[in-house]
């Protein structure tokens, strides 16, 4: 594996992790704000 070969990966790596902690911040975030709703009453 060359040194381009292994940027292009770590790249793709960096995107999947983006994607991920998009997707558990929405989900977060989904079930953030019913739950203080419910704890106000």
Do not use: Q
């Not at 770590?10 to 709703?37: G, M, Q």
Request: net charge negative.
């Amino acid at each position: 594996m060359d040194d381009r070969e292994k940027k292009e990966e770590e790249i793709l790596d960096v995107e999947e992790n983006r994607r991920r902690l998009k997707e558990v911040l929405e989900t977060v975030l989904a079930f953030d704000f019913p739950l203080h709703e419910l704890d106000r009453k």
